[in-house]
T-cell receptor, first 111, second 115 residues
Framework: RKEVEQDPGPFNVPEGATVAFNCTYS??????FFWYRQDCRKEPKLLMS???SGNEDGRFTAQLNRASQYISLLIRDSKLSDSATYLC????????????FGSGTRLLVRP | SAVISQKPSRDICQRGTSLTIQCQVD?????MFWYRQQPGQSLTLIAT?????????ESGFVIDKFPISRPNLTFSTLTVSNMSPEDSSIYLC????????????FGPGTRLTVL
């Protein structure tokens, strides 16, 4: 089983739609959680950290469910510019710090 | 976040040769890492670059193939040795400043094609 799993998509949604991605992680000792955005042929950019209490940044809301071991990202009022691949990432702290990425979920927002 | 630069940004190399990729950060950082992203795939951690000591490699990656140096807190190199077409990939340097929560930031990547 992969340590971090995501639905690869693509999610094809119209502008203005609300879309949600989930990401599951296998190691209950995971300590920190993030969502990254990666545009085609670019490096990943940190979108937001995911806190236990959940957090919101404009149209983006991230939530963590430790009991079920998943994190989610909700995008409201989708824009064309939101089209990208969204990667979830988890820090494992076993013998050392390690940031592990999911395979990414591709989002296409159409006019 | 830190400003991270990588050189070269891209290269085309012949099999059997080696390429050294440089990563420079604009400020001192605690941790530096090297990742690989193969076409259509997610990021795979190659190793953690430790300042003043040998890098810590992930399963499937070895020092002879991917020697790493980190002489100080702002600079690291990754060498891809004895290259084959399977090494064609994007190689990304990343840094993390503070733990927790440990946000990481990435350099622009080096796009390597091996013929």
């Amino acid at each position: 089983r992969k340590e971090v799993e995501q639905d690869p998509g693509p999610f094809n949604v119209p502008e203005g739609a609300t879309v949600a991605f989930n990401c599951t992680y296998s190691n209950s000792a995971s300590q920190s959680f993030f969502w990254y955005r990666q545009d085609c042929r670019k490096e990943p950019k940190l979108l937001m950290s995911v806190y236990s209490s959940g957090n919101e940044d404009g149209r983006f809301t991230a939530q963590l469910n430790r009991a079920s071991q998943y994190i989610s990202l909700l995008i409201r009022d989708s824009k064309l510019s939101d089209s990208a691949t969204y990667l979830c990432a988890v820090i494992l702290m076993d013998s050392s710090y390690k940031l592990i990425f999911g395979s990414g979920t591709r989002l296409l927002v159409r006019p | 976040s830190a400003v991270i630069s990588q050189k070269p940004s891209r290269d085309i190399c012949q099999r059997g040769t080696s390429l050294t990729i440089q990563c420079q950060v604009d400020s001192q950082v605690t941790m530096m890492f090297w990742y690989r992203q193969q076409p259509g795939q997610s990021l795979t951690l190659i190793a953690t670059a430790n300042q003043g000591s040998e890098a810590t490699y992930e399963s499937g990656f070895v020092i002879d193939k991917f020697p790493i140096s980190r002489p100080n807190l702002t600079f690291s190199t990754l060498t891809v040795s004895n290259m084959s077409p399977e090494d064609s990939s994007i190689y990304l340097c990343s840094v993390a400043k503070v733990l927790p929560p440990g946000e990481q930031f990435f350099g622009p990547g080096t796009r390597l094609t091996v013929l």
